[in-house]
């Protein structure tokens, strides 16, 4: 054991003896930098009760919400939220902090104003969640330059305007959900062209999106597709097809038109259709028999004709799932002519 006098003229053996002797569990120490930029952070929202945690005179590797990295000190996760007190605009000061791979700023209704082109700073940023709170203004293009973003979530916000074509510029971007806001316009054409191979996820219900989806996201691996609530028209065959790995697929409440009798379902993971409220016709295919994991099946409020499929999985689901269609029939609906 050292004695006290070398102890007092080694601050940093004194901090890691302190730390092991009376709180294991104090990881990194923290640099100084960041400890700046969080204090200018908490500033910026008002000194709020939730960050009281964050005092000058100790680490800012221990206060609530912040993540180091244990070998360099630096702040590379930043959680602020559930808090309805907490009032401002998103801090610029979030770009003071260069190594932050996690970002969420989420049930905080009190922020409110655009997404700052300061986050557009962050090169590591792995994923971005601003959700659940009164941010507006767009998407911003800027996003783009986050070059390293594999999921986006900027969900139950006040957020317009349309999704920038040049998020399809993020290469491994698989996770973008934007549900809940007040977006208008089409789908970017080139969308996850850059990760195409890999797994993709979409959620965007609740919006005023609009025009068609492109042809070109045949060639997506989406798992999920949640485009519920909008506006869409056309085709939505191709989101379809035997070998994909889709597992949730939500077109409820548009105005999709196409023919259900030429889709192949993926037969493995699918658990989730559901096509209520649109303009799709033709009759509900025999193969569906064979999606063995279906839990939810709605095509109720579509335009749909024939027989509902027997021997398999169908006779599960209620009438309502089949209800106000042009002539569907049999079991549970009343049984065909
Ligand atoms: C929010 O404010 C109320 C009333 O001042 C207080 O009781 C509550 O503890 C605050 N919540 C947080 C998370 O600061
Ligand atoms: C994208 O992912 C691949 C594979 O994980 C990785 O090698 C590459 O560095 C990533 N690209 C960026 C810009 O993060
Ligand atoms: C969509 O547009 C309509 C008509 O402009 C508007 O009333 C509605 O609030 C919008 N919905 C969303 C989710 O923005
Ligand atoms: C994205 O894809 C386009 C064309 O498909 C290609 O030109 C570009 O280099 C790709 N970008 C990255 C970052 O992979
Ligand atoms: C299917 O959708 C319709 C229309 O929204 C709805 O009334 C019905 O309850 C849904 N079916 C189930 C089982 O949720």
């Avoid at 994923?127 to 293009?141: A, D, E, K, M, W």
């Amino acid at each position: 054991m050292a004695s006290t006098q070398t102890l007092l003229l080694s601050p940093l053996l004194f901090t890691t003896c302190f730390t092991f002797l009376f709180s294991p569990a104090i990881g990194a120490l923290c640099n100084s930098d960041d400890k700046r930029a969080l204090l200018a952070i908490k500033a910026a929202f008002n000194n709020p009760y939730l960050l009281s945690s964050w005092v000058p005179s100790t680490g800012c590797c221990d206060w609530a919400g912040v993540l180091c990295d244990d070998s360099t000190g630096r702040v590379y996760s930043l959680y602020i939220y559930q808090d309805t007190n907490l009032t401002g605009t998103i801090p610029t000061a979030i770009a003071s902090l260069p190594y932050l791979r996690y970002l969420m700023f989420h049930h905080l209704p009190g922020i409110t104003g655009p997404i700052p082109s300061a986050l557009g700073n962050l090169p590591h940023l792995d994923q971005l969640t601003i959700s659940f709170t009164s941010v507006s203004g767009p998407v911003p293009s800027f996003l783009a330059s986050l070059q390293s973003l594999t999921q986006l979530d900027l969900s139950f916000n006040s957020l317009s305007g349309s999704i920038p074509a040049s998020l399809s510029l993020i290469p491994n971007l698989t996770f973008i959900d934007i549900s809940r806001n007040h977006l208008t316009g089409q789908l970017p054409q080139a969308l996850f062209q850059n990760a195409s191979q890999q797994p993709a996820y979409l959620r965007l219900s609740h919006n005023n999106l609009s025009g068609e989806i492109p042809a070109s996201y045949s060639h997506i691996n989406f798992v999920q597709v949640d485009l519920a609530r909008n506006k869409f028209t056309g085709d939505a065959t191709l989101l379809f097809g035997r070998e994909k790995p889709l597992e949730k697929v939500d077109l409820s409440r548009n105005m999709f038109q196409f023919d259900l009798s030429n889709v192949v379902f993926p037969e493995s993971a699918l658990y989730v259709i559901d096509l209520n409220h649109n303009m799709i016709f033709g009759s509900i295919p025999q193969q569906i028999n064979i999606v063995h994991n279906l839990q939810i099946f709605n095509v109720s409020y579509n335009r749909l004709c024939g027989r509902i499929p027997t021997g398999g999985q169908l006779a599960r689901f209620e009438g309502y799932d089949y209800l106000h269609n042009k002539c569907l029939c049999g079991t549970p609906l009343p049984p065909c002519n």
